[in-house]
């Protein structure tokens, strides 16, 4: 076997594949997509997390410009999770997974602690952030209305970066709703013991419910 190069030393290459199933012990070739996106979905979600502990410590220091980069960056992470979600909707054909499904126990990516983990960080963004709009003195719904362009302590970016960041995580568990729609049907009990309906109540949660709100207290006055 060649030696290891230095790059494949720092990655734990070897580590990080040897948790991979090896070609003749998957039960389909379908397996090898189904692990893999699993799997790179839990690394992603290292670093959506970590972005989002960054972006509170910078709302929380009052960089908000920074802060809303950052989300940016995070709900673009979310994308390439959707897209993975999408790749395996058009490559997973039904009967591989029917065959996955017998290996895979009582584990449910609902279990994930980084999965977990990421929907409290970014809950926990709306203390700090809620904290600035009320040292300026600023209302949400009158921001959502004023604002004209000009955005010089970033705060319009930041709640911008709020909206698209949730939006991204939505459209991530929609493209997942379609998924499992796809590969179980919406009748067929999951492994944590509920079918559709559940994911449905799940996700029907915004991570920042007033923001979306305050649309909603912006046109409670407006008569057409
Ligand atoms: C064949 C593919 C898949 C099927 C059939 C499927 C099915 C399900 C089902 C039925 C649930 C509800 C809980 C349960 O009963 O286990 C669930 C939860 C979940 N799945 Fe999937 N899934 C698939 C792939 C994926 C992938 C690729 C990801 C990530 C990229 C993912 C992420 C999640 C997450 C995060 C939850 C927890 C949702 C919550 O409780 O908020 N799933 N999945």
Redesign the pocket.
């Known amino acids: 076997m060649a030696e290891e190069t230095a790059y494949e030393k720092y990655l734990h290459a070897d580590k990080i594949l040897s948790f991979q199933k090896k070609e003749d012990e998957l039960v389909c070739d379908g397996e090898r997509d189904?692990q893999g996106?699993?799997q790179e979905?839990e690394l992603i979600w290292t670093r959506i997390n970590f972005m989002l502990k960054r972006t509170n410590e910078r709302i929380r220091r009052g960089d908000l410009h920074e802060a809303g980069h950052l989300l940016e960056q995070a709900a673009a992470l979310w994308s390439d999770?959707t897209g993975?979600?999408e790749e395996?909707l058009w490559r997973?054909w039904p009967g591989d997974?029917l065959k996955i499904r017998g290996t895979l126990g009582r584990g449910?990516?609902?279990d994930?602690p980084r999965?977990k983990e990421s929907e409290q960080l970014a809950r926990l963004l709306w203390t700090p952030y809620e904290k600035v709009l009320k040292a300026k003195g600023v209302g949400l719904a009158s921001l959502l209305g004023d604002a004209k362009g000009e955005d010089s302590d970033g705060l319009v970016s930041l709640t911008k970066a709020m909206m698209w960041y949730d939006y991204r995580v939505q459209e991530f568990n929609l493209a997942?709703l379609y998924?499992?729609f796809g590969?179980?049907g919406d009748k067929t009990v999951?492994?944590?013991?509920?079918t559709t309906a559940?994911?449905i109540k799940?996700y029907n949660k915004f991570l920042f419910p007033k923001l979306w709100d305050s649309i909603n207290e912006l046109y409670k006055d407006f008569k057409s």
């Open positions: 189904f996106v699993q979905a999770l993975k979600s395996l997973l997974f449910s990516t609902a994930s999965y997942h998924l499992v590969e179980i999951g492994l944590k013991g509920g559940y994911l799940r």
